[in-house]
């Protein structure tokens, strides 16, 4: 079931920008609309904007930098499509520039959704809690993304007439951490369809656990001296934090199976989900995941889309052997083989996907008397990528049937099979950013680090919960940390946490798929973060690049 909460007030919320985008800082903001954001409906409009700034940006840009950039998956080339420049390229090899096109949308999404914030919270006004703890929840979550991204950046907290310094990563880092213990206890505390996709008292505490979790990853002065063998302060944070999201009872594994929490159908009632962002492919729209990941071929696999789709995301070979537990119904989170058509979110192996092609049509090289024969082919996908023999430049795969067909493809977010035209390739699938399946791992790993054990729970104990409701066979011995991101890969594939668990267990420049074509980005510390677009510094000429950019 979706929820209609976040369908744009747009007029509402526009004219809030409006009288809030001021330089005058002499003017009483309130002055002339004393009535306008002291209602809940007005409320509610100004902040449905807040919480929609970030959306596009999550449903595309972000996730692909999440993801490419660590050791889920590439994006390949097929022939001369998709190269687009070496923007996903760069991601998978760790060379990636200022001047790449993609990072923009992080900075200017979060950016906004940090004016329109301070616009909210400056017309609410001091004496509103009830709305203004809610838009400092959101503003310290877009601040983590901006932080976690790209280090250092400017505090704003209101209106202002000149851009200031970015502040220093760790000095971020703790603002976020003093706006979320200061709103915590502000923030509705009853989860329900009136409060999915919002911030509540769970989400920030969610949030701030994250924070504490990677606390020596942003307090450390240089990103590139970050070890995760430095004590971290603030593990029996992390543990307390948890603890009250686990006592609140507002959340559990069980109410849906694994797959059926990602679904376009889900919503509110994945008891799973502490925060979530709406998507709809007509009202809500952004998140286009299945667009790049179905077969090049094959898109009428999932859905009658009009349009071509991307088909360029593959899973590496070394992520997928991850998911390698006899009976874990997260297995199924990737297809290969010989495919078929689907029902009910199954595969009915009585319909096998037919493709006309012929010999040539599979294999572009191939160069019998026979090579243009038309005859029906079994669509069949290959757990390994091998790239055309002049394909390093561009990660070229090839845009034959081979090249279409390496790779296995992640269907966690089932394209919507109701998608339209109209819908242009958006799909319904609501996105988690925090689960109750993470709380449960961040409290097991900040066990491990050194925090102390609570109520009888074990990193063992707790590990086997998640287990438990994906079927996945039981730990008989004490897991180590290596074992809890194993189990994180598993639980978060595609969800957008991968670069951010490798950078803190020290992993991020390690050599995974075709990272050995630019060797430099395994021992480049420095990319712990990214560069600061190059379209943000030329609009703010006093500020200085990242250091190694």
């Known amino acids: ?95 990636w520039t200022a001047d790449n096109g993609l990072l923009p949308s992080i900075w200017n999404s979060a950016s906004t959704g940090i004016t329109l914030a301070n616009n909210a919270i400056t017309l609410f006004g001091a004496d509103k809690a009830e709305f203004t703890a809610p838009a400092r929840a959101i503003r310290a979550y877009y601040y983590f993304i901006l932080m976690d991204n790209f280090g250092a950046v400017p505090l704003i907290t209101g209106p202002i007439d000149a851009v200031p310094e970015r502040s220093s990563r760790a000095d971020v880092c703790r603002f976020i951490e003093s706006e979320l213990l200061a709103v915590k206890e502000q923030l509705p505390t009853v989860v329900s369809m009136a409060t999915y996709g919002k911030a509540t008292k769970y989400m920030a505490e969610a949030l701030l656990a994250k924070l504490y979790l990677n606390w020596n990853v942003y307090t ?53 989900f502490i925060f979530a962002v709406p998507f709809d492919r007509e009202k809500q729209q952004g998140m286009t995941y299945a667009r790049f990941w179905i077969h090049r071929s094959g898109q009428n696999q999932f859905a009658q889309l009009p349009q071509s789709v991307g088909g360029t995301f593959r899973v590496l070979p070394s992520y997928l052997d991850k998911f390698n537990l006899e009976g874990d119904e997260r297995n199924a989170s990737y297809i290969g083989g010989k495919q078929y058509y689907w029902s009910n979110y199954a595969e009915d192996k009585s319909r096998p996907f037919l493709i006309k092609t012929s010999k040539r049509g599979i294999d572009q090289d191939y160069k019998g008397a026979d090579a243009d024969v038309q005859f029906d082919w079994q669509m069949e996908t290959s757990r390994d990528i091998v790239l055309r023999p002049d ?130 980005g395994m021992s480049e510390k420095f990319r712990r973060i990214f560069p600061v677009p190059t379209t943000v510094l030329n609009v703010n000429t006093h500020w200085k690049q990242n250091p190694g950019y």
């Not at 594994?253 to 009632?269: E, V």
């Open 220 to 272: 450390t002065a240089d990103v590139a001296s970050y070890s995760p063998a430095t004590p971290n302060q603030k593990l029996n944070d992390v543990v307390a934090l948890c603890d009250e999201i686990i006592a609140s009872g507002q959340f559990n594994l069980t109410s849906h199976k694994f797959m059926a929490k990602f679904r376009p159908d889900n919503g509110y009632q994945i008891k799973d």
């Open 1 to 95: 079931m979706k929820s209609e909460f976040f369908i744009r007030l747009f007029t509402l919320s526009a004219f809030a920008f409006s009288i809030v985008s001021c330089t005058d800082l002499d003017v009483d903001i309130k002055s002339q609309h004393t009535e306008f954001p002291n209602t809940e409906r007005a409320a509610e409009a100004i902040l449905a904007d807040v919480y929609a700034a970030y959306r596009g940006a999550l449903g595309r840009d972000h996730w692909m930098i999440q993801t490419l950039s660590a050791d889920e998956a590439v994006s390949v080339a097929i022939g001369t499509d998709y190269y687009d420049g070496g923007r996903y390229r760069e991601f998978h090899l760790h060379n």
């Open 391 to 520: 394909g390093a430049a561009t990660l070229n795969a090839g845009n034959d049937q081979k090249g279409r067909s390496m790779g296995y493809r992640s269907i966690k977010f089932y394209m919507d099979v109701a998608v339209t035209s109209a819908n242009q390739r958006n799909q319904s699938n609501d996105v988690p950013v925090f689960r109750y399946a993470d709380i449960l791992l961040m409290k097991a790993e900040a066990i491990l680090r050194g925090a102390t054990p609570t109520n009888g729970q074990t990193p063992q104990s707790l590990v086997n919960q998640v287990r438990a409701y994906v079927n996945a066979p039981a730990l008989t011995v004490a897991p180590g940390l290596q074992d809890i991101l194993d189990e994180r890969a598993r639980e978060f594939a595609d969800e957008s946490w991968r670069r951010n668990d490798l950078i803190r267990y020290g992993k991020f420049e390690d050599n995974w798929g075709f990272r050995s074509l630019y060797a430099a």
